[in-house]
């Protein structure tokens, strides 16, 4: 991944996985998407998905709108509130940047 010299991240790095380049917003935008359908399909608002992986209402909704990012710790406890694998999620994502 691009640093800049005092090792912080920019909004406008870009990454590469498996040869895909992107931008780490675009990362950002399409887990909210992926976040966002998986809570839909299961019938949960923000505030239930929040209260169930036991995160602030506010991080779920700027998770969705690719504000904010989830550490590892909170992608477990989304999954795990969603009832599914975090490779799950992870997977999605990958098909969505392809």
């Not at 809570?39 to 209260?51: G, T, W």
């Not at 779920?60 to 989830?70: A, C, E, Y």
Request: hydrophobic share 40%; glycine share 6%; no cysteine.
């Amino acid at each position: 991944m691009d640093q800049k010299p005092q090792g912080r991240e920019s909004s406008r790095a870009r990454v590469s996985v498996s040869g895909l380049h992107m931008r780490v917003e675009q990362i950002s935008t399409v887990f909210g998407q992926v976040l966002r359908e998986q809570r839909i399909a299961r019938q949960l608002s923000q505030e239930e998905l929040a209260l169930a992986a036991d995160v602030d209402r506010t991080f779920v909704s700027q998770m969705k709108r690719g504000i904010r990012q989830p550490t590892i710790t909170t992608l477990m406890k989304l999954a795990g509130a969603l009832g599914i694998q975090p490779s799950t999620l992870i997977i999605r994502m990958e098909k969505l940047l392809r």
